[in-house]
């Protein structure tokens, strides 16, 4: 079977460079040999009630051995961040892919949002200070972070809407208000939040907001609850209501400065969107890999039959093939749109690729979970948590009618571009009638 680096695509084939073409080959054999055979020791480590809010014994066997391999922090793009390991984002890409086929993969090789995010976040705007605090630890992987930016009370989409208050008092800011889906807070290594709120409500609709960084332990504030996401608790990372009450930090926790919230946000997504995308592509794969065991196990066969012997079964598994390589041009295409320019120059490429993926995936999934029949439902393939998984990707990190809206307004920008094409043609057309002195017939040729 052809290797990860001999599969890449072969239009961005020539934008992989020979060391990445290792490390892809390294990362696909470190998930086939040592991570995904880890998922269900994991799972079984992390046990029943508050044990599970520790974390399993087995992933820190798992970090050793990524470190050894060199497999370590390789989100941090090169030309971007001198603290990473020197991958494009592209690059990357291919690598994060088979992250998604697991659980224990991203973590394990100290790539797993939101940490990620948040270091791309200090690594760019952090102060020395921050850096040295906070930055250094969760490049070595001591501790975990949290981005804490939506809120029960508002429609977070809309991050003009967030409404917790950071208010100035003296040398500190006091944090009053509440969070939800703060994902990573049930970790017992969460040692940091990185807050958006509201520091200046008269202060211009973009500049009202800031981030600060919120050491877990300051007084004030409070796990109300933990989420679920379809039934799963997500432990041990988890998804968090928190409260903050006059929660109060040091004035230098405050990131870039007041009012420079939005800045700093912009520049945490567009990379992340690009990670998450080429995750679901990954559990696309794996869910593909399950779909097709089943449709050729002999031991099973409905009405006499290999279910690949089904011609709709077929179909399906062609289908399949199709749309995950087609999504994943589309991927590849938009983290080589970063990587000529920056996240904000390539925000109609991250925007297509942020709403087709997870769509192909849960196509790709459900096809899978159908061929399992009830056994495709339950614990007993690692189908419907990864269901439930991609399909909370549609919403996290800005739903698609968010993106497919911004997507439209750009696109539709183009209308007088092209009805002055259509109409040069329908020009073109007439003058080449009256040359001829053909009768109009057929196609329209009126606008
Ligand atoms: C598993 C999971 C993990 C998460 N982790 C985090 C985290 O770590 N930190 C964090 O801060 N947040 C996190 N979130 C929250 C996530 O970022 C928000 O749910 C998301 O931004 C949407 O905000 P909202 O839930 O307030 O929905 P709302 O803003 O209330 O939107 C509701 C719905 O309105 C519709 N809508 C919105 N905008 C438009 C539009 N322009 N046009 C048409 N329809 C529209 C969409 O259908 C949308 O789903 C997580 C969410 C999930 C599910």
């Known amino acids: 079977m052809p290797t990860a680096s001999q599969r890449i695509p072969a239009v961005v084939r020539p934008l992989v460079s020979e060391r990445a073409r290792k490390t892809l080959d390294l990362v696909e054999k470190f998930v086939n040999e ?9 799972h079984a480590q992390l046990g029943e009630g508050p044990a599970r809010w520790t974390y399993p014994p087995i992933m820190d066997d798992l970090k050793k051995k990524a470190r050894d391999l060199g ?10 961040y001198k603290e990473g390991a020197g991958f494009t984002n592209l690059e990357y890409g291919l690598m994060v892919e088979h992250f998604g086929r697991c659980r224990t993969a991203s973590e394990a090789t100290n790539n797993s949002a939101p940490d990620t995010g948040n270091m791309e976040v200090l690594a760019k705007y952090g102060s020395e200070a921050q850096k040295k605090r906070w930055l250094e630890p969760l490049l070595k992987g001591e501790i975990r972070s949290c981005y804490v930016m939506t809120e029960p009370g ?4 809309d991050a003009t809407n967030v409404a917790l208050s950071i208010r100035r008092d003296g040398d500190s800011y006091v944090l009053n208000g509440q969070k939800w889906w703060i994902s990573g807070a049930g970790d017992p290594r969460c040692k940091v939040y990185m807050v958006l709120g509201k520091t200046d409500p008269n202060a211009e609709k973009y500049r009202q907001q800031s981030i600060i960084i919120v ?3 300051t007084p004030g504030i409070t796990i109300k609850r933990m989420l679920s996401v379809y039934g799963y608790d997500d432990a041990p990372h988890g998804h968090a209501h928190l409260v903050f009450k006059d929660v109060r930090v040091p004035a230098e926790n405050i990131v870039l400065g007041e009012g420079r919230g939005f800045e700093v946000m912009q520049g945490r997504m567009g990379p992340g969107r690009i990670h998450h995308a080429m ?12 779909l097709l065991t089943r449709a050729n196990a ?6 006499g039959k290999l279910l690949s012997q089904q011609g709709v079964i077929l179909q399906w598994i062609a289908k399949s093939r199709i749309e995950i390589d087609a999504a994943r041009l ?7 749109a970063i990587d000529a320019g920056n996240a904000k120059q390539a925000l109609m490429e991250i925007a297509q690729a942020k709403i087709l993926v997870p769509n192909m995936a849960l196509d790709v999934i459900d096809r899978a979970v159908q061929t399992y029949g009830a056994e495709g439902v339950c614990q007993d393939t690692p189908l419907a948590y990864m269901w ?12 698609d009618e968010a993106h497919l809206e911004q997507l439209g307004r750009r696109e539709n920008k183009r209308a007088a571009e092209a009805a002055f094409l259509l109409q040069r043609q329908v020009e073109i057309t007439d003058a080449l009638f009256r040359k001829y002195g053909t009768k109009e017939s057929g196609p329209c040729s009126k606008l």
């Open 34 to 42: 040592e991570c995904l055979p880890a998922d269900p020791v994991y």
């Open 71 to 80: 497999l370590w922090n390789m989100f941090l793009a090169k030309g971007h």
């Open 154 to 157: 508002t429609a977070s989409s």
């Open 215 to 217: 050491p877990t332990d």
């Open 279 to 290: 995750r679901s592509i990954g559990a696309a794969e794996e869910a593909l890999n399950w």
């Open 298 to 303: 002999e031991h099973k066969k409905p009405f």
């Open 330 to 336: 589309i991927v590849l295409n938009a983290a080589a």
């Open 388 to 399: 439930a998984q991609v399909r909370t990707v549609r919403i996290a990190d800005g739903p």
